[in-house]
C-alpha cells in the first residue's frame, strides 16, 4: 500500500515535471509562433537574406526601445528588439547588435559596420540623406521636469525660454530648441540653452544633479525615467513632433528595403506589432502603418 | 554599497575588463612597433625620412584620439578596410601611442652619453651593435617610468573605444547604468575595475625597474626602495657613496709596479730614434683640412707617424688636437687631404668614396686604431671586465671564455683586478681612465690614440694614468698619439712632440729637444706659459 502510494506521488510528480518541461520548450515556440503566414512567400520573393545573421546597430539606452537587460545584462531586450527580431524572423535572418552613441547611429550603418538600424530613431528628410526609413511608428514626446516642475516648462514653446534644455547629441529634438532662441528674444525673453550629451542616462543625470531644467524626449523614454524617480522626476507634458520613427537601412538597397518593408507589413497584419506595444506597455496609438521616406 | 558589491562582481562588468586589455595591448604593442620605426626615421640620417616621421608625429598627436577611434571604424570601411570593431579601436588607439612613444624612445637614445657612443664607434662597432649592446640597455632603463605613465594613459584611453561598439568597461557600465538607473553604484564600481588595473600597471613598472636596476646585484637593494613612501635619496644614496668612497679609498692591493722614472740618456734616445725612423709608416695625415661653420680646424695639416714612435701633440685649446685624433679613426669626417693607416685610407672605398657607418667600423676594427677619450667613456652599463670584454665579442668575435680571459689579463695589467665587477660610478677617474686603456688595448690595436686622457682627472690620479701609458710606451712599443697638456710627461715618454696651433703644425722635433729650445716664438711662449701654471699649481 505504502509502496503505491509512493509511485503515485512519484507520477504525480513526474507528471508536474513534464508540465515544466513541456511548458519550457512551448514558452519560446509560442512566442515565435507569431510568424505570419506570409512570411514564406516573402523568404521566396527576397531570397538574399535567409539564413543570415545581421547587424543592427542600436543606441541601447532606452529602455523600452532598447537596453541592456537588467536581469542578463549579456541581452538585448524592448520593443525595437522584439520588432527587429519578428522582421527577421519573417525573411529568414537573425540580429546581432552593435551599441553605439545616437549620434553614431547613420555612420555606423553607411560605413558598412553594421545592415540595419532599428532603434527609436525618428525619420527625418535631413537623415534621409544618409539612409533610408521604413516608418513604423508615431512619436509623441514627453517633457521631463524636476518634481513640482520648477521652472514651469510645458513644452517646446516660450515656457522653455531661459531654461536650460538636456538633449543627446544628433537628436531632432535639438533643432527645435534652437528654433526658440529667436522666439524667445522676440518676446524679450531669454533664450534657451542646450546641454549635448549622448545618452538618455547623461540626460536624466543632468536633472537629477540641477544641471538642466528639461530633457524632452520620446514619451515613453520619459515615463521610464518617471518610474525610476518617481520622487525626483516629473512629466509636464506629452508634445506631438511632426515625425515618425523609423527603420533605417542602407541607401544602396533598395531591394533589401523592399524586403524590410514587406515583412513589416505582414508583421503587422499579423498583429504582432500591437502585441509587442502592450507587452511592452507603450500606448497603442503609437502604431502606424507603414511608409518609405527618402532624401528625394 | 550593496549595489555597488553587485556591480563589482557582475560578470557582464568582468567580462568588459577583457576587451578593455585586448584594446589596450594591441594599443601599446601596435604602438611600441610603429615608435620604433617613427623613433628609427626621426633619427635616420636621411633627410626624407625623418620629414615624413615628423608629419606623422604633428598629425597624430595633435588630433584627438575619439576622432581616430571613429575614423578607423566608420572611415576606414570606406577604403574597403572593415576592421572588427576591437582591431579598428586598437589600430587607433596604436596609431595615436606611437608618437608618444617614439618621442620617449628618441629622448632614452638621445639621453645616452654621446661620449659612450663616441668610444664604442672607435672600438669598431657598427651602429647596429651601437644600437643593441650600448643604446638600448641604456636608453631602456631611463624610459620604463615613462613607459609605465604611456601603459596607464593607454588603458585608460581604450575606454574611448566604447563610442565605437566594443563592449568594454566603459561602454557596458554605460549600458548598465542606462538600463537600471543605477548610475552612481555602476560608476564606482569600474572606476574600481580600472584603479585595479592602472595598480597592477604600475606594479609591473616597479618590478620591471628593481629586476633592471643596475645596483641590484651589487648593493644591498631592496625592492621596498621602490615603494612610494620610501625616500630612496635620502635613505639610499648616502650608503651607496659611503661604500663606493670606501672602494676607492682603500689603497689598491694589485697597485702598478714601480718602475723607475724613464730617464732616457741622449744616447738611448739618438738609438731609439735611430731604430724608429727605419720603421715602417704607422699613419700618415696628409695636407688636412677641415672646418666647422667655415672656420678652419685643420688647415692643411701634415704628419707622419711610424711603427713604435711616440708623438705628443701639444698646443693650446682650439689648436686642433682632438679633431686630429678624431679623423685619424674617421669618427669626424673632412673636408680635403688624405689620411693613412697602416697604409691604408681608412672609410674609403676603392673608388675614393666614404664607406657606410657600418663599413667603416668593420675597417676600423681591422685597421685596429685605438682610442682613449677625455672623459673616459666607459659604458655605463657594464662592469669593468664586461667594459673589455664586451666589445671583443661583438666586434671581433671571441668567444666568452676567451674574452673574459683577455679582459682578466687587462685588468691585470693596469691593477685593477680586484674591481673586475665594479660599474664605472664606483670607480675613480684614475681608474676609469684605467680601464679605458685596458678597453682600447684590448683588440690589439696597431695605433693607440690617446685625446688628452689625463685633463678631466684630480691632480692626484694623473700619475698612475700616466704610469700606465708610460709602461705601454717602454715595455709594448706601442704606436701612440697623444694629446696632452703634461710637457713633463711628453718629455719623458715621447719620442717626437708636435705643436699645434691653428690647425697646423708649427713646429716637431725629438721631444726633449723642442721642449727644451722651442725655436718657434708661439712654441716658447705655450711652453713658459704652461710652465707657469705648473708651478703655481705646486705652490698652491
Not at chain 1, 510528480?13 to 507569431?34: D, F, K, N, R, S
Not at chain 1, 541601447?60 to 541581452?75: F, N, Q, R
Not at chain 1, 512619436?139 to 534644455?165: E, M, Q, R, W
Not at chain 2, 682603500?250 to 725612423?277: C, V
Request: net charge neutral; hydrophobic share 45%; with cysteine.
Amino acid at each position: 500500500m505504502q509502496k503505491w502510494l509512493f509511485t503515485k506521488a512519484r507520477r504525480a510528480w513526474l507528471a508536474a515535471l513534464g508540465a515544466v518541461i513541456a511548458a519550457g520548450l512551448l514558452t519560446p515556440i509560442e512566442a515565435q509562433a507569431a510568424t505570419p503566414a506570409g512570411c514564406a512567400a516573402l523568404q521566396d520573393k527576397y531570397p538574399d537574406w535567409k539564413g543570415k545573421t545581421l547587424t543592427n546597430a542600436i543606441n541601447p539606452h532606452t529602455p523600452g526601445y532598447e537596453a541592456i537587460d537588467p536581469k542578463d545584462p549579456s541581452k538585448y531586450v524592448g520593443f525595437d528588439i522584439d520588432l527587429g527580431e519578428a522582421i527577421g524572423d519573417c525573411l529568414g535572418f537573425t540580429l546581432t547588435y552593435k551599441p553605439v552613441v545616437f549620434a553614431a547611429l547613420l555612420t555606423t550603418l553607411a560605413s558598412g559596420q553594421a545592415d540595419i538600424v532599428i532603434s527609436d530613431i525618428y525619420a527625418t528628410k535631413e537623415r534621409a540623406k544618409a539612409a533610408d526609413f521604413i516608418t513604423y511608428s508615431k512619436v509623441f514626446d514627453g517633457v521631463l521636469v524636476a518634481k513640482g516642475n520648477p521652472k514651469g516648462i510645458h513644452g517646446i514653446d516660450l515656457t522653455l525660454c531661459g531654461a536650460a534644455a538636456a538633449e543627446n547629441t544628433g537628436f531632432v529634438e535639438v533643432p527645435l530648441v534652437q528654433d526658440m532662441g529667436p522666439k524667445c528674444k522676440d518676446a524679450g525673453k531669454p533664450e534657451p540653452t542646450l546641454q549635448l550629451y549622448d545618452n538618455n542616462a547623461n540626460c536624466i543625470q543632468a536633472i537629477l544633479a540641477g544641471r538642466a531644467d528639461t530633457y524632452i524626449n520620446d514619451v515613453n523614454t520619459v515615463d521610464q525615467a518617471v518610474k525610476a524617480y518617481p520622487d525626483k522626476l516629473e512629466k509636464a507634458i506629452a508634445v506631438t513632433i511632426p515625425y515618425s520613427v523609423g527603420i533605417a537601412v542602407p541607401k544602396d538597397k533598395p531591394k533589401f528595403r523592399d524586403a524590410v518593408l514587406a515583412a513589416l507589413i505582414e508583421v503587422q497584419k499579423a498583429g504582432v506589432h500591437q502585441e509587442l506595444l502592450k507587452k511592452w506597455e507603450l500606448d497603442p496609438a503609437n502604431f502606424k502603418e507603414p511608409d518609405i521616406l527618402t532624401a528625394d | 554599497m550593496s549595489l555597488f558589491l553587485h556591480y563589482l562582481s557582475l560578470p557582464y562588468l568582468l567580462q568588459g575588463i577583457e576587451l578593455t586589455l585586448q584594446v589596450t595591448a594591441l594599443g601599446l604593442i601596435g604602438g611600441l612597433i610603429l615608435g620604433l620605426i617613427l623613433a628609427g626615421m626621426q633619427l635616420s640620417r636621411f633627410w626624407l625620412l625623418s620629414a615624413l616621421a615628423r608629419g606623422y608625429t604633428v598629425i597624430f598627436r595633435g588630433t584627438p584620439l575619439i576622432l581616430q577611434m571613429v575614423f578607423a571604424y566608420d572611415a576606414l570601411p570606406h577604403i574597403g578596410i572593415k576592421l572588427p570593431a576591437v582591431l579598428a579601436a586598437g589600430l587607433a588607439l596604436a596609431c595615436n601611442e606611437a608618437p608618444f612613444i617614439a618621442e620617449m624612445l628618441r629622448a632614452g637614445v638621445l639621453g645616452v652619453d654621446r661620449g659612450q657612443l663616441l668610444a664604442g664607434q672607435a672600438l669598431g662597432m657598427t651602429p647596429a651593435v651601437l644600437m643593441r649592446r650600448i643604446i638600448a640597455p641604456q636608453a631602456i632603463r631611463t624610459m620604463i617610468p615613462a613607459f609605465g605613465n604611456e601603459a596607464v594613459s593607454a588603458l585608460k584611453n581604450s575606454s574611448l573605444a566604447s563610442v565605437i561598439a566594443v563592449q568594454e568597461l566603459t561602454l557596458r557600465s554605460t549600458q548598465l547604468a542606462s538600463s537600471t538607473f543605477d548610475f552612481f553604484s555602476i560608476f564606482f564600481a569600474s572606476g574600481l575595475i580600472y584603479l585595479v588595473l592602472t595598480g597592477a600597471v604600475s606594479a609591473i613598472q616597479l618590478a620591471l625597474e628593481w629586476l633592471l636596476d643596475l645596483d641590484r646585484a651589487s648593493r644591498q637593494r631592496q625592492l621596498a626602495d621602490y615603494l612610494p613612501w620610501r625616500r630612496v635619496d635620502v635613505a639610499t644614496k648616502p650608503k651607496l657613496a659611503e661604500q663606493t668612497a670606501a672602494d676607492t679609498a682603500t689603497p689598491e692591493p694589485a697597485e702598478l709596479k714601480e718602475t723607475p722614472p724613464l730617464a732616457l740618456t741622449s744616447e738611448d734616445r739618438a738609438k731609439r730614434a735611430a731604430t724608429i725612423a727605419r720603421n715602417n709608416i704607422a699613419v700618415e695625415v696628409k695636407d688636412l683640412r677641415k672646418s666647422y661653420h667655415g672656420h678652419a680646424v685643420l688647415d692643411g695639416l701634415d704628419l707622419t707617424v711610424r711603427i713604435g714612435e711616440v708623438v705628443a701633440l701639444l698646443g693650446p685649446s682650439g689648436s686642433g688636437k682632438s679633431t686630429l685624433l678624431r679623423c685619424i679613426n674617421h669618427l669626424e669626417h673632412w673636408e680635403a687631404g688624405e689620411i693613412r693607416v697602416g697604409g691604408r685610407r681608412l672609410g674609403f672605398g676603392d673608388d675614393g668614396r666614404t664607406l657606410s657607418p657600418r663599413a667603416i667600423a668593420n675597417e676600423r676594427a681591422n685597421v685596429g686604431v685605438g682610442m682613449v677619450f677625455q672623459q673616459f667613456n666607459l659604458f655605463a652599463h657594464l662592469t669593468a671586465k664586461e667594459n673589455i670584454a664586451g666589445p671583443l665579442r661583438w666586434v671581433h668575435g671571441l668567444g666568452r671564455f676567451e674574452a673574459e680571459r683577455r679582459a682578466g689579463e687587462l685588468l691585470e695589467r693596469v691593477g685593477l683586478s680586484h674591481r673586475a665587477d665594479a660599474l664605472p660610478r664606483h670607480l675613480s677617474g684614475g681608474q676609469q681612465q684605467r680601464v679605458a686603456i685596458a678597453r682600447a688595448l684590448a683588440p690589439n690595436p696597431s695605433v693607440l690614440l690617446l685625446d688628452e686622457p689625463t685633463s678631466a682627472l684630480d691632480p692626484e690620479l694623473v700619475n698612475e694614468v700616466l704610469e700606465v701609458i708610460r709602461r705601454l710606451a717602454i715595455d709594448d712599443g706601442l704606436t701612440m698619439i697623444i694629446s696632452t697638456h703634461q710637457i713633463r710627461f711628453a718629455d719623458e715618454v715621447a719620442d717626437r712632440v708636435a705643436f699645434l696651433n691653428g690647425g697646423v703644425i708649427l713646429e716637431q722635433g725629438p721631444a726633449h729637444e723642442v721642449l727644451s729650445h722651442p725655436r718657434h716664438p708661439l712654441t716658447a711662449r705655450f711652453l713658459s706659459v704652461m710652465d707657469a701654471e705648473r708651478q703655481k699649481d705646486a705652490v698652491a
